[in-house]
RNA sequence: GGAGGGUUGGCAGAGCGGUAAUGCAGCGGCUUGCUAAGCCGUGACGGUUAAUUGCCGUCCACAGGUUCAAAUCCUGUACCCUCCGCCA
């Protein structure tokens, strides 16, 4: 959320990130503005009348109690008006709150323009993909032969988008996200193990709600499961104000993950890749309110991420995504594509973003500065490992000629085998 | 699931129909002087304003209701605690 006198004296600013996020269909800043001038002349009516108010009420109390009845007529005259005009605010307050909250945050100088995913700037390829010397086989291939994965037992039980892992399959995912945990203890974060069922206002407060309600399992409640750790984590201070002293804040946890894919039908469907429910371990930071500091942080979470692929020797590039192709809340976002080489191509597994005070606002996070004044802390988060689509880069990555597996130097502390075999009877 | 108690500023904690004590912390100021102490001021949010230590309004978990007037009375909801029951 956006402060609105920022909105205000920022007109043209935020029309342009409505315009370069492209979201004019769901909010109009001109229409914003004028409900709010509307809601600040009611509000100048009610206070008014209340003002009245208060002022006859202590009267009542002070005079004797003959004197009494004439003025409690003519405060009950001034309460009757008050009522029209609180109904009036009230109503008009609940459309103005409705709106803010569909106001995106204004895009960082360095975020370039652009209407979808075409827009996104390389900002460089790391690690070298090798020339196969075979044809690679995909990650499905290669998990049905080794039965590390059951697809079809996933559909049965779980419907579309269903899966099991199996064998050394399940035990790989486990490695990775052990091994990715870890790597964060290292950089010295808080582990958290977070609630999976949260409350809509934290959806809405970190942004998800609500453009992003249709992706979300509702529970019959009214309360959501989490797409990413990021709701639970982000949202653990909501409300609270914070010492300056206690920031930077570093969290970690591991999740599953839920998410309808609603945008998606008929997009990667097959195998591993998009599912309903997957595993993620998640990084979030809440800095002071300084640009220079959230960016340090932006790249210092960047490279958290990249250690973990670094580690594993996957090839893979950074994007910085363009304005199109980033979050409402978001005001700078990077995202990893690790080489997937089955397809010959980088996909996504990493998304890394910062927000200002956008989502701090929203879940009301303060702090008090070495002034003593009160500040609403920056934001953001990133992804450490997400599996099993970060598995199923793994496997193809790791694949040798004759069909195996060999296991990533880096997890084989975690798991009691060096190499997948494909197996000779698979059930 | 049943019964009872509770939720007040950053923290602790009074108030139980007449408009939020007090202590601690933080911040600001003054004073004395040296491994620190004392005194004074200071809750949050919004409006008004060129700006304000000014003025007005709102806020005692949340949402309603009763009243001229609600932290205080009534109803509902959420969460916490205690006991009983059930349970991995």
């Given amino acids: 959320m956006l402060d609105i006198n920022f909105i205000k004296n920022n007109k043209d600013l935020v029309k342009k990130a409505v315009e370069d996020k492209q979201l004019s269909k769901t909010i109009s800043i001109d229409k914003l503005i004028e409900t709010h001038d509307l809601y600040l002349s009611l509000l100048k009516k009610v206070e008014l009348h209340r003002a009245l108010r208060n002022k006859l009420s202590e009267g009542i109390s002070k005079v004797a109690a003959e004197d009494r009845p004439k003025l409690i007529t003519e405060a009950t005259a001034v309460k009757e008006e008050l009522i029209k005009f609180e109904k009036d605010l009230t109503e008009i307050k609940s459309i103005f709150d409705q709106m803010m909250l569909w106001v995106p945050s204004v895009p960082a100088d360095d975020v370039p323009v652009g209407q979808d995913e075409s827009g996104n700037k390389v900002v460089r390829e790391e690690g070298s993909i090798k020339e196969p010397s075979f044809k690679p086989k995909d990650h499905v291939d290669l998990g049905l032969s080794l039965d590390i994965m059951d697809l079809e037992r996933g559909t049965k039980i779980g419907g579309f988008r269903g899966y099991f892992l199996k064998n050394e399959g399940a035990q790989l995912e486990q490695a990775i996200l052990r091994y990715a945990c870890d790597l964060m203890l290292g950089e010295g974060y808080t582990m958290l193990s977070v609630p999976w069922i949260v409350k809509p206002e934290f959806f809405t407060g970190t942004g998800y709600f609500p453009w992003g309600e249709d992706d979300h399992y509702r529970l019959e409640d009214d309360k959501a499961l989490i797409g990413t750790a990021e709701v639970s984590l982000t949202s653990y201070y909501a409300g609270e104000v914070l010492n300056e002293s206690d920031l930077p804040v570093k969290l970690f946890g591991l999740s599953p993950c839920f998410r309808k894919e609603v945008g998606a039908y008929g997009k990667d469907t097959k195998g591993i890749f998009r599912l309903h429910q997957f595993n993620k371990v998640e990084q979030v930071v809440l800095t002071t309110a300084n640009e220079e500091l959230t960016r340090e942080w932006h790249d210092k979470m960047l490279n958290h991420a990249e250690n973990v692929l670094k580690g594993l020797n996957l090839p893979y590039r950074v994007l910085l995504m363009c304005t199109g192709d980033m979050g409402a809340g978001q005001v700078k976002k990077y995202d990893l594509e690790t080489w997937f080489p089955s397809q010959s191509n980088y996909r996504e597994t990493h998304s ?35 599996t099993p689509r970060l598995l199923a880069a793994v496997i193809e990555n790791y694949q040798n000629v004759d069909g195996s597996i060999t296991v990533p130097e880096v997890l084989r502390k975690y798991v009691n085998f060096d190499k997948i075999l494909p197996k000779q009877k698979i059930i």
């Fill in 352 to 386: 890394d973003s910062y927000f200002r005070d956008f989502q701090s606002r929203r879940l009301n996070i303060k702090y008090r500065d070495s002034a003593g004044e009160l500040k609403y802390v920056y934001t953001l988060n990133n992804t450490v490992a997400a």
